[in-house]
């Protein structure tokens, strides 16, 4: 089955950087992925998707700031956070899909606490 193990969270100050980082296993063919946040009392919101073919899309506030890359060959994703700010403090989801984009996902990591001061 398809597992997800998140790394990289952490206490940061505000403006700071944190590059998180995810492992993926249990599939054999590139599959779309992305980071999902959960703010503190609020839904899971996408932040970043990359297709399988390279294919990437930012929600309007991660835009300009974080950057996602994934590494087929290591089956590994990586969000760049830039400029962080204390609205970015949450549970980030490392995701896996057959489908591209920032309404849902089928596979969740089981998230890594960023929190910005």
């Known amino acids: 089955h398809v597992q997800l193990v998140e790394s990289g969270g952490g206490s940061v100050q505000a403006g700071e950087s944190l590059r998180l980082s995810c492992v993926a296993s249990g599939y054999t063919l590139p599959m779309n992925m992305g980071w999902f946040r959960r703010l503190p009392g609020q839904e899971r919101e996408g932040v970043a998707a990359?297709?399988?073919?390279?294919?990437?899309v930012y929600t309007d506030s991660a835009k300009g700031r974080f950057t996602i890359s994934r590494d087929n060959a290591k089956n590994t994703l990586h969000l760049q956070m830039n400029s962080l700010k204390p609205e970015d403090t949450a549970v980030y989801y490392c995701?896996?899909?057959?489908?591209?984009?920032?309404?849902?996902?089928?596979?969740w990591g089981q998230g890594t606490q960023v929190t910005v001061s």
């Open positions: 990359i297709a399988g073919d390279g294919t990437i």
């Open positions: 995701t896996a899909a057959p489908y591209y984009g920032l309404a849902t996902s089928d596979y």
